[in-house]
Every structure is written in structure tokens, then in C-alpha cells.
């Protein structure tokens, strides 16, 4: 019976400190949990296409991350770090009263799967990287350099804030993402605009908060990262795109020295990686690639866990 229920698409929305994070949900209200985390820049809508091929009965939240889609954006002032988005996942799973659960990120949103699983290691039974190694390790020797050059890209916009957002017409906004991530299909950038426009004076703006784009300073190196990876208890599936973070040839997307050694912590702890082909949104353009793969997961490592006694 499961099998043939309509997926029932709701907006929802959860209160933080600043305002709320807002997402959508499929499925049962009480079916298995599922939370879906999105990359940098993206939106929820990231996952439209994947989860209505996906098993029935689990309930998925797909959440816009804070500053992205229409959540609200983080306070005048702070800087967004990689921990505040781990943070915030606390807060979420807390609002939506989940104790454990499953996670699926695509890029960003795999390494807040990733390190959000590595700290609370008896809430999350399986996680799902979507083109993700879990964690973006930086050089020892660089990370001075990336921290002062997040800060003065923060102390630079803030000078800036009588700036307004720039307007689009729709196409000009399209072409904009679609230039951005060339890999995009037309389909796909229509449906991350669903959320990642709003309407201005005068036509669109993007959603998204522009603080986004300083960089991240809080930084790991390659030893921190693997010692984080040690810590993670859940079951892990990696779904590497051949053009994407899995390119093996051409230039590389992922620091390739970094994606061996993850790649060798998960193979050394069982953990199932494949590699498909597709592009860094492969399970946005073509989830029927992806989902058997993300199905059959859930089905031998959550579901065969959590049988009737």
C-alpha cells in the first residue's frame, strides 16, 4: 500500500533566535526521518526531483539552509561559519522533534551531514553524500591566510550596506545561475529559482544573503578532518559524480590529494562509495541515476535497523 502514496509536498517552517528556517516536507507525518541538506548558494529545491523517487515511507524535511532560499538571513554583523550550520541542525531536528534520524547532503550540505553526525553520533543512524567527501580540508599553511581574507571580505560588505540587491528580469536571473553552474539544466535552474528569487521593486532579487559569498573561516586541515571522520558511528553512502567532486581526470573540482585519504576512511570503515555518472548536480538533473542507489541504502542499513522486535 505504502508504494502508492501521492507524496504530499508542505511548506514548513522552523522558529530560530533570528527568525525562522524554512523547508518543505514529504511524506507520513510519522515516517521514518529523513532530513535533506542542501549545497552553498542553492536551496531546497535542490532535492525536488530526487525525493518523489524515493521509498514512501519515510517523512523527508528538505530545509533552505539560514541565508539561503527563504529562510532568514543570520543577524546584521555575524559571520557565516561551517558550525553555525551544524548548529542550526540541532535546532531544527529539535523543532521537529526527531531524536534520530537519516541525513542526505548534497555537497555543503553532505559536510554538515558529515561533521553534524561526527558530533552527535547517537542521532543520526545513516547519512547520504551527494557528491560530497564529507569535509573540505584546507592546507595548515593556508588557513591564517583564508581566515583574515573572510574577515575583510565581511568588514568590505558591511562598508557596502546601503547597497541595494541588484534586480532581474526572470531570464536575466536564470542565465545569471545558469552561468554560475554550468552543468545546470534549464529544468534544474528553474526549479532552484522557485526559492532563490523573491520578488523586488521592479522585478526579481536573489534570496540569498550576500554574506554567503565571504569566505568560510573556520577552517580544518586533512589530520583534523580525518580524526572528525574516526568519530562517525552511522552507516554512510558516498555517490561520487564522474564529472563532478569524482572527476579522476581533467581539472580537479576536489583537491584530489584530500579526496584519496577521506575515500580511504570510509573504504577502511565499510562504508559504500560509487561513483556515477553525472555532474556536481547529478541528483537534481538526473535523479533516476542517483535514487535506486539511495533507496536500496535506506532500505538494507535504516529500515533492516529499525524491524519490529
Known amino acids: 500500500m505504502s508504494s502508492t502514496v501521492k507524496p504530499e509536498v508542505s511548506e514548513l517552517s522552523i522558529p530560530v533566535p533570528w527568525g525562522e528556517i524554512r523547508g518543505r516536507a514529504w511524506g507520513p507525518e510519522h515516517g521514518r526521518p529523513v532530513l535533506c541538506l542542501h549545497g552553498w548558494a542553492d536551496n531546497c529545491g535542490t532535492f525536488n526531483t530526487l525525493i518523489p523517487l524515493l521509498p514512501k515511507e519515510c517523512r523527508y524535511v528538505a530545509v533552505d539552509l539560514a541565508g539561503h532560499g527563504l529562510s532568514s538571513h543570520r543577524p546584521a554583523g555575524v559571520l557565516y561559519t561551517f558550525p553555525a550550520n551544524v548548529t542550526d541542525v540541532r535546532r531544527i531536528v529539535d523543532g521537529l522533534q526527531w531524536t534520530t534520524f537519516t541525513i542526505i547532503g548534497h555537497s555543503m550540505g553532505g559536510n ?141 573540482l576536489y583537491p584530489r590529494r584530500f579526496a584519496s585519504k577521506l575515500l580511504q576512511g570510509y573504504h577502511d570503515r565499510n562504508h559504500t562509495v560509487v561513483t556515477v555518472a553525472g555532474d556536481h548536480h547529478v541528483h537534481l538533473n538526473d535523479p533516476e541515476v542517483v535514487a535506486p542507489l539511495v533507496s536500496d541504502f535506506l532500505r538494507t542499513k535504516v529500515f533492516s535497523q529499525h524491524l519490529p522486535a
Open 112 to 252: 554538515i551531514a558529515a561533521l553534524f553526525s561526527a558530533l552527535y553520533p547517537e542521532m543520526v543512524d545513516a547519512f547520504v553524500l551527494l557528491d560530497a567527501y564529507g569535509f573540505l580540508p584546507t592546507d595548515q599553511k593556508e588557513i591564517p591566510k583564508v581566515m583574515r581574507q573572510g574577515m575583510d571580505e565581511m568588514l568590505q560588505y558591511e562598508k557596502k550596506t546601503e547597497e541595494k540587491k541588484r534586480v532581474y528580469t526572470y531570464e536575466k536571473a536564470a542565465e545569471r545561475l545558469q552561468a554560475a553552474n554550468p552543468t545546470l539544466s534549464e529544468r534544474s535552474v528553474h526549479t532552484l529559482l522557485e526559492r532563490g528569487l523573491v520578488q523586488g521593486e521592479g522585478g526579481f532579487v536573489f534570496s540569498r544573503d550576500l554574506r554567503i559569498n565571504c569566505k568560510n573561516i573556520v577552517r580544518i586541515s586533512l589530520e583534523q578532518s580525518l580524526e572528525i571522520q574516526s568519530r562517525i558511528q552511522a552507516s554512510v553512502l558516498v555517490v561520487l559524480g564522474d564529472k563532478g567532486f569524482g572527476a579522476t581526470t581533467g581539472p580537479a
